[in-house]
C-alpha cells in the first residue's frame, strides 16, 4: 500500500480535525497523518471540538459517528446551522446503508468503517482539502463582489439589476424614468466599479452576487 503525503500548496497550512471518543484511534490516526506531513487537531468530543476556535486555513473534518452523547450524523446537521462549513469524512464501527445514505444526502464526502484502508483515508482527506480550498476562494472572492457592490449607488444598482435582466438602455431608462444618457453614464459607471470587462461579464457578477431562485 502506497501512502501519499497531502499535495502542498501556497497559503496557510492545512488541518484535519479529528473527533473521535476512542483514544487508540484518536492516537492512531494522529500518527498516520504526522507521518505523511498532515497538521492534525485531534478532540475526544463535539463539545471540545466547539470550545476551540477554528484556524483560518483550509481543513476537513474526521468525524465518529456514533459517540457518547451526540452523535457524528447529527453533529453534522448542526455544523450547518452553525456556518461551519468544513467537508465531512465519517469513520465509524457500526456504519450500515441508511446511515451511509444520511451522512452522503447531508454532504459527507466520504463513509468509512473501522478498520478501514489508510490510503482510502488518505485520499478522502485530500479530497476534502481540494474542496474546502476550493470553497474558501469562492467565499473570497463573493466578499470582494459585495464590497465593490457596496461602492454602488442606489441608481446604479437599478441599472446593474436590469442590465442583467436583459433590457437595453432605452428600455431601463423608461423603466427608471431618466434620460437614456444618465442610463449610459450609470452604466459605464457599474461596469467599472465592479471590475466587469463586459455585459456578459456583469451579468455572471450579478448571478453571484443574486443567485437566481431555483
Do not use: W
Not at 474542496?131 to 437599478?158: P, V
Not at 442610463?183 to 456578459?200: D, L, N, W
Amino acid at each position: 500500500m502506497t501512502i501519499e503525503a497531502h499535495t502542498q500548496h501556497d497559503g496557510p497550512t492545512p488541518i484535519v480535525y479529528l473527533i473521535d471518543d476512542d483514544a487508540s484511534v484518536r492516537a492512531g490516526l494522529e500518527d498516520l497523518l504526522a507521518s505523511v506531513g498532515i497538521e492534525c487537531r485531534a478532540f475526544a468530543s463535539t463539545q471540545a471540538f466547539l470550545a476551540q476556535p477554528l484556524v483560518d486555513a483550509p481543513g476537513c473534518l474526521v468525524l465518529d459517528v456514533r459517540m457518547p452523547g451526540q452523535s457524528g450524523l447529527d453533529f453534522q446537521r448542526q455544523l450547518k446551522g452553525l456556518g461551519i462549513g468544513l467537508p465531512v469524512i465519517f469513520v465509524t464501527g457500526h456504519g450500515d446503508i441508511a446511515m451511509t445514505a444520511r451522512a452522503m444526502k447531508a454532504g459527507a464526502i466520504e463513509f468509512l468503517a473501522k478498520p478501514f484502508d489508510e490510503q482510502a483515508l488518505l485520499d478522502a482527506i485530500n479530497d476534502g482539502i481540494a474542496r474546502d480550498r476550493a470553497r474558501r476562494r469562492e467565499a473570497t472572492g463573493l466578499a470582494r463582489l459585495r464590497a465593490l457592490h457596496g461602492t454602488l449607488t442606489m441608481g446604479e444598482r437599478d441599472v446593474m439589476e436590469l442590465v442583467a435582466q436583459g433590457l437595453l438602455n432605452k428600455q431601463i431608462a423608461a423603466r427608471l424614468n431618466v434620460s437614456e444618457v444618465t442610463v449610459k453614464v450609470r452604466r459605464g459607471q457599474v461596469m467599472r466599479k465592479m471590475h466587469a470587462q463586459s455585459v456578459p461579464d456583469l451579468v455572471r457578477i450579478h448571478d453571484r452576487l443574486f443567485p437566481p431562485s431555483a
